[in-house]
């Protein structure tokens, strides 16, 4: 554990702190827009009249009217704010010798000295914990993805948890609430841009929700993503305890997982009705529905729509079209 404690220290690196206070003001703000929808406007912490854009996961700096301030509730330009708003001004106002948390992202904070806020930035891998008034690893941290966002937000804004798919945040009373697209009869994950929980295989996502795949065993397991067909888990051999933390892995492009078989197998050999276009761009590819009749349009790796041969032809993946040659695919086969 790292503690930003030392004052001398930190006075002697006040210059370079406060140069990169000028800079990070300027930042694209990726590490936060990358949570929210496209169009979301967040002020930025420490001001009453800038505010930050967030698109494709990148952030804008703006500037309101001289005369207005942002208002984080309505999300616009205002020429009054209500007294309640939070972190409106100078974060360390009335402070000397403290650091307070940056509530945009979780490794950033602020150095109070004589009422001046400089930023400051955690080693790699470590949140700041306010009132630990430390650096901590991000597994012993509170921070959830960033530091008492709501605050700043309107109630009902919805965002990504960062390191689950199946999993989001709801702004409720200036407090984040964790919610699941899991029940005990889907697994599905959240769609930043709706607002809702959709089919996996609609989002493109890298963190695949861990919940329930592993189960007690004395030999390693993989076990399928539940969302991709190249992806999997390596579920560890703990003998008497299921592995909370397996590691995912993939499959190379073109090949999907077996976990019949358990081994990478090529995709015209497996059945899979996840995501049939992770790894294959821009394409046409077979479905393993309706007995090789059907097939998938892909783009950007994405599933944008499945059809079906006319009469009673058959989809040709080698071909990318359909044909009244009766076709066999091992991924389609005499499977509905």
């Not at 020429?79 to 650091?99: F, I, M, P, Q």
């Amino acid at each position: 554990m790292m503690k930003p404690q030392n004052i001398g220290i930190i006075l002697a690196l006040l210059a370079c702190l406060a140069s990169f206070s000028a800079a990070s003001s300027a930042g694209d703000y990726e590490e936060l827009c990358r949570l929210f929808k496209n169009g979301t406007l967040i002020r930025k912490p420490g001001t009453c009249h800038q505010y930050i854009e967030c698109f494709d996961g990148e952030g804008t700096l703006k500037t309101c009217p001289s005369d207005q301030s942002f208002d984080s509730n309505k999300s616009k330009c205002v020429e009054t704010l209500e007294n309640s708003h939070l972190y409106c001004g100078n974060r360390c106002e009335g402070k000397d010798g403290v650091w307070v948390s940056d509530p945009t992202e979780c490794h950033k904070y602020f150095y109070c000295s004589d009422g001046v806020s400089l930023a400051g930035m955690c080693p790699v891998g470590q949140h700041f914990e306010e009132t630990s008034q430390s650096c901590l690893h991000g597994l012993d941290s509170n921070c959830v993805d960033v530091n008492n966002i709501c605050e700043i937000l309107p109630d009902k804004t919805k965002f990504r948890k960062d390191d689950d798919c199946a999993y989001y945040y709801e702004c409720k009373n200036g407090n984040h609430v964790l919610n699941s697209c899991i029940d005990s009869k889907n697994r599905k994950y959240f769609d930043v841009e709706s607002g809702s929980c959709v089919e996996p295989n609609k989002i493109d996502c890298a963190s695949h929700s861990k919940l329930n795949v592993c189960s007690a065993s004395k030999t390693a397991v993989y076990k399928s993503d539940g969302a991709t067909c190249r992806g999997y888990f390596l579920c560890k051999a703990l003998e008497i305890v299921a592995d909370l933390d397996p590691i995912w892995m993939q499959c190379p492009e073109g090949y999907f997982f077996d976990e019949d078989l358990q081994v990478c197998g090529k995709a015209n050999t497996v059945v899979c009705t996840h995501n049939r276009c992770d790894g294959r761009g821009t394409s046409i590819v077979a479905s393993s529905t309706n007995n090789c009749h059907n097939y998938i349009r892909c783009v950007d790796n994405k599933q944008v729509e499945e059809e079906t041969c006319h009469f009673d032809h058959f989809f040709d993946e080698t071909i990318s079209a359909c044909t009244s040659k009766i076709i066999y695919d091992k991924c389609c086969d005499g499977r509905d």
